[in-house]
Structures are given as structure tokens and as C-alpha cells.
């Protein structure tokens, strides 16, 4: 758990001085560093799409796992519940910057590996390099988001923690091409909320958050036989 631990104080501190920062930058740069922070999320999750499309094993799954998350989302209404709760004690902003922060530090392939690597080889490189690129993102977010963003770290020590008590069971299936799909389908979440960033459109990211769950489920339903 070590590199976990390393990982969740990264976002912490990174926050921290971010939040600092954002005292001093006037309106007009903390514009810019919306829309910077747009085109890093469109860009980050559009590489991680290009990057595992072409070793899918099952090039229709995240198709599948987009539409049946979103309905499934959509009619818990995830997105509506979840800005309620943020906005009602932060500005209009932050429910948005929070929810590209969790997608951001939590779907990725160092962020899903690294526990995996953690637990079965006491390997925590990827963690540690996993925390470091955490730092700078938490510090930019937080620098246009505020403070807020550090609630995001943790959601990663859950995350990463999960996995790691799980490791044991989920390496079989990431061997079997899990992390592909994941990374696929977690790339056009983060792609979504860059849009929804730049204002193109409200995607309403988190309603599709149930798309994650679904290639996991596949897996193991094809595990089964």
C-alpha cells in the first residue's frame, strides 16, 4: 500500500499549493487555465482510446459498456446528485473540476496497474510515477477549481486500495485484456469531460460512470466458461 499511500499525498500537497496559487491569478488566466485544462482532458482520453483500440479483442464492448452505463447512470442520475451535493457548499464550478479529477487520477493505466504490480511483485514504480503526474494535474485543477480537488485523493485511496486487496483475483483478467477495454472506455469518459470543460457540451460525465463496470463484468462472465 505503500505506493498508494505516496500517491494519495501527492494529490493532497499538489492540491494544497495549487489552491494557494489560485488566490493570486486573476479571472482572465483562470480562464485560460479552463481551457487548458479542457483540451489536456480531450486530449489525454482520445490518446488513451487511440493507444488500445487496435489490441481490442471485442471492438463493439465499449459500445456497448457507453450506452448501458449512460442509461444506467442517467436513471440514478448521478451527475444531478453529485453536483447537488458539491455546489451546495462551493461555487458552480467545482462539481465539474472534481469529476475530471477523479477520472483523471483513477482510470489510467498506472493507476489500475499499479496496484496490481504493488500487491503481487511489491513493485511500486508505476505508483510512484502514477503520483508524481498526479502532483502537477492536482496542482493545475485545484489552481482553477480550488481546494476541493483534493476530495479526489480520496476516491484514488479507495480505488487503488480495492484493487490492491483484489489484486490476487483481478490479475487474470487484466492478462486477458481487461485493461485494454478499461483504458478504451475510461478514455472517452475523460474525453467527455474535457469537452464538457470547453462548454461544447455537458455530457454529464458522471452519469457514465457505470461504463466502467461493465467490461469487468464481461470478463468474468467469459471467465466463467
Known amino acids: 500500500m505503500l505506493g498508494t499511500i505516496v ?23 483562470q480562464d485560460a487555465m479552463y481551457t487548458a485544462m479542457g483540451l489536456s482532458a480531450i486530449g489525454i482520453g482520445m490518446n488513451a482510446v487511440v493507444s488500445n483500440m487496435s489490441d481490442s479483442r471485442y471492438p463493439v ?12 447512470g442517467t436513471a440514478l442520475n448521478l451527475d444531478g446528485r453529485f453536483q447537488r451535493m458539491v455546489n451546495r457548499h462551493s461555487d458552480g464550478n467545482l462539481g465539474q473540476g472534481l469529476a475530471t479529477a477523479v477520472l483523471m487520477f483513477c482510470i489510467g493505466t498506472l493507476s489500475i496497474l499499479g496496484p496490481v504490480q504493488s500487491a503481487l511483485k511489491g513493485d511500486n514504480t508505476y505508483l510512484f510515477t502514477n503520483a508524481t503526474l498526479d502532483f502537477v494535474t492536482s496542482m493545475v485543477l485545484s ?48 474525453a467527455a469531460s474535457g469537452i464538457g470543460i470547453l462548454k461544447i457540451k455537458d455530457c454529464k460525465t458522471l452519469n457514465m460512470l457505470p461504463a466502467l463496470l461493465v467490461p469487468p463484468v464481461f470478463f468474468w462472465i467469459c471467465s466463467m466458461f
Do not use: C, D
Not at 500537497?13 to 482572465?28: A, D, M, P, Y
Not at 464492448?61 to 444506467?72: D, E, H, P, T
Not at 480537488?149 to 481487461?178: K, M, P
Open 143 to 190: 489552481s482553477t477549481y480550488g481546494i476541493g480537488i483534493a476530495f479526489a485523493a480520496l476516491i484514488l485511496f479507495w480505488w487503488q486500495g480495492t484493487i490492491y486487496l483484489f489484486a490476487s483475483s483481478l490479475s487474470g483478467l487484466f492478462q486477458n485484456g481487461l485493461m485494454t477495454e478499461l483504458s478504451i472506455v475510461g478514455g472517452f469518459l475523460i
Open 7 to 29: 500517491n494519495t499525498a501527492a494529490i493532497l500537497v499538489g492540491s494544497t499549493i495549487g489552491s494557494i496559487l489560485k488566490k493570486g491569478i486573476q479571472k482572465e488566466y
Open 61 to 72: 464492448l465499449f459500445i456497448v459498456s457507453l450506452a448501458a452505463g449512460s442509461l444506467f
